[in-house]
């Protein structure tokens, strides 16, 4: 599988078998994860084998089950769009090995993390991971036009970049971002102020990244 045909099959998955990853899965996990972290300079951690995460009730709220496997990210606070960006290049990279995920910053008890924290750091996110008992189902979209803007007609590339942006999972299916096209090749990218919102814009800005292919442009 592709990072492209990851992008458009990834969909967030909630229920997981009792299936184990793979070791030689795990060994490609933990060295991405530690290119990651060198090139973020975030605290990623893969967390195998640790039920209590997602046992109690907030785990049960968000219709978690399942879920013993999970990438933690610790950072101190500020650091929410890079935890977006990082955090899904490693759930992309993940669905080309045939596994599923599923983003939470809520619903799971961040006291039953057995995180190595550093100095500054807590636990911003995690995000679980396994073999699903399906593989999710599409979420909706709001129409491009309320997500982007430009002057006079769309390039195609920007087109792309934004179909691939929508792919992208953000906190309650908000998508609470705009893209706006500047001149020919320099992209401003905004976040409301919601809840998660700039974690989100991270993520859904490697999403478009990807969508816009070989084409150079710059964030304004």
């Known amino acids: 599988m592709t990072i492209y045909e990851a992008m458009a099959e990834r969909h967030s998955v909630r229920k997981y078998t009792d299936r184990p990853i793979e070791e030689e899965k795990v060994l490609l996990l933990k060295t991405e994860i530690e290119a990651l972290c060198?090139?973020?300079?975030l605290n990623i951690e893969l967390i195998m084998n640790e039920p209590k995460a997602f046992s109690g009730t907030l785990a049960k709220y968000g219709?978690?089950?399942g879920c013993t496997n999970y990438f933690c990210i610790s950072a101190p606070d500020g650091k929410d769009e890079e935890i977006g960006y990082f955090g899904e290049k490693l759930v992309l990279y993940a669905q080309t090995?045939?596994?599923n995920t599923c983003w939470v910053v809520l619903t799971y008890s961040k006291r039953a993390v057995p995180a190595n924290l550093r100095e500054g750091e807590k636990v911003q996110a995690v995000i679980a991971l396994g073999y699903g008992v399906h593989c999710g189902k599409e979420h909706r979209?709001?129409?491009m036009e309320a997500l982007c803007a430009c002057e006079g007609e769309m390039p195609e590339w920007f087109g792309k970049a934004m179909e691939a942006a929508m792919t992208a999972p953000t906190a309650l299916n908000q998508q609470a971002f705009k893209f706006t096209l500047v001149g020919e090749n320099k992209v401003k990218a905004?976040?409301?102020g919601?809840?998660?919102?700039?974690?989100?814009?991270?993520?859904?800005?490697?999403?478009f990244e990807l969508g816009a292919g070989d084409v150079k442009?710059?964030?304004a």
Request: avoid cysteine.
């Open 141 to 143: 979209n709001k129409p």
């Open 190 to 192: 905004e976040a409301s």
């Open 97 to 99: 090995l045939g596994l």
């Open 217 to 219: 442009f710059e964030w």
């Open 38 to 41: 060198a090139e973020s300079g």
């Open 194 to 207: 919601a809840r998660y919102a700039k974690m989100d814009l991270g993520i859904v800005k490697y999403h």
């Open 63 to 65: 219709h978690f089950s």
